[in-house]
């Protein structure tokens, strides 16, 4: 490398120009800075500092004792959904059940558009109504509502509104896919919360929350990929842990709300500055109607709709007004009742056959999948259940430290025969590896 600057910020700026350039590619690893700062005649600490400038802001990865090397500006995550051709039965896409959705000529029956124009209000007055009466009764202090293109869309506008490249965030270990990838794209870096059946651990919250990380994500129900939900309990704790840390951004993704079998516990303490919660419409109405409604203190508000750029970039008019035409239709109610007593019944039929072949699992359960602990690495239980016919989600795209290994199933679309089905396969699998 040629490398000739004598301070960490003329380092910073020149190897920064050399990725950018191409002359160093994803994977080449740097001088260790003892071999720089001697080729330099500088201080070591000088060399450090500069290199924790290129990893925080994204550009490095520092792997401690075995060097740090350049990092993949295009890393590949993993990503829900499966490729349409599949012959294998899909088990591991993560999607609702297409049979109980809403479907286009259903949506159209119901609407009553006019074209919009730029400068017209971004929420339909109706659908703002829906909103509103949706969140009040678990928000107890003034709020402000906003609309985005999902819940993924709304937790990373409201992070670039308040962060920088390198902040930490703290998050849910496993952790869901597309916070995964929203983090390392935007060269946030994932800060890992262990969990248990109960939610957040708040020993490990309170370890990263001391270590200064700028936000916290969470997930109050149906976790994905383990199906936990907070408990009254813990969701007590880990509003007074984060009492302590008012100047925290706090996220709450409550993706399943309309269709979740357990109650929400608020864990936003009143002193906190910056927080928002986040209910989609997604899982219940379907994908294509990407919706969320983020409900947010006034601050987070305005930042929000600066990100959204009123009048070029609301979430479509039309498809609000196909949502509010179907949530206001006489059967609406009862599509949502039937659709939570479908995916609990299936999780339950999934999970006690899983307890009756001696494979352990939780029985706190909520949304489309049921998460499986495995001892050792999933790969391999992956495959043999391949070459039986089922394509199963392997649980290491979803772990942040390692420390932890699983299976994930979706269970929308599931009859009573094939879970009797996959179970058997499953366990003869596991008994095998045993």
């Given at each position: ?40 005649g500088i201080n070591r600490n000088t ?270 008019h039309i498809l609000q007004d196909m ?112």
């Amino acid at each position: 490398m040629n490398i000739n600057g004598k301070t960490a910020g003329d380092i910073f700026e020149q190897i920064r120009a050399m990725i950018q350039a191409g002359d160093l590619v994803a994977g080449m690893m740097l001088p260790t800075l003892r071999e720089l700062a001697s080729e330099l005649g500088i201080n070591r600490n000088t060399v450090a500092l500069a290199y924790k400038r290129l990893t925080d802001a994204g550009f490095l990865i520092s792997r401690g004792r075995n060097g740090t090397i350049v990092r993949d500006p295009t890393m590949l995550t993993d990503i829900e959904g499966s490729a349409p051709d599949l012959v294998l039965r899909d088990l591991a896409s993560g999607n609702p059940a297409v049979s109980i959705l809403p479907s286009v000529s259903l949506l159209a029956v119901h609407i009553q558009s006019t074209p919009s124009l730029y400068g017209e209000t971004v929420i339909r007055p109706e659908l703002e109504a829906i909103g509103l009466e949706w969140l009040k009764s678990d928000l107890k202090s003034p709020f402000d509502l906003n609309l985005t293109n999902g819940a993924v869309d709304a937790i990373e506008r409201v992070l670039t509104s308040y962060l920088i490249a390198g902040d930490r965030v703290a998050v849910e270990d496993p952790c869901f896919l597309s916070s995964i990838s929203t983090l390392r794209h935007n060269r946030y870096q994932a800060s890992p919360v262990e969990i248990d059946e109960e939610g957040m651990k708040i020993e490990s919250l309170s370890r990263q929350l001391s270590a200064g990380v700028k936000a916290v994500i969470i997930t109050p129900r149906a976790h994905n990929p383990t199906g936990f939900s907070l408990s009254a309990q813990r969701a007590e704790g880990i509003r007074t842990l984060l009492a302590s840390y008012p100047h925290v951004l706090v996220i709450v993704d409550d993706h399943f709300s309309m269709l979740s079998t357990h109650d929400y516990y608020h864990i936003v303490p009143e002193n906190i500055r910056n927080w928002v919660l986040i209910r989609s419409i997604s899982k219940s109405l379907g994908p294509d109607l990407r919706m969320a409604f983020v409900a947010s203190d006034a601050d987070t508000s305005l930042r929000l709709r600066l990100r959204l750029n009123e009048g070029t970039s609301w979430v479509s008019h039309i498809l609000q007004d196909m949502v509010v035409g179907h949530m206001h239709s006489s059967g609406f109610q009862k599509s949502i009742l039937s659709a939570r007593e479908r995916y609990f019944e299936k999780r339950e039929l999934l999970t006690n056959a899983l307890k009756q072949h001696g494979i352990k699992v939780s029985d706190h359960h909520d949304g489309l999948n049921v998460w499986i602990p495995l001892e050792q690495n999933s790969a391999a239980t992956v495959m043999q259940m391949a070459l039986r016919g089922w394509l199963i989600r392997g649980g290491e795209g979803f772990v942040l430290n390692n420390a932890s290994s699983g299976v994930r199933i979706t269970i929308s679309d599931l009859d009573a025969m094939e879970i009797k089905l996959i179970v058997k396969s499953l366990a003869g699998i596991l008994t095998q590896q045993n």
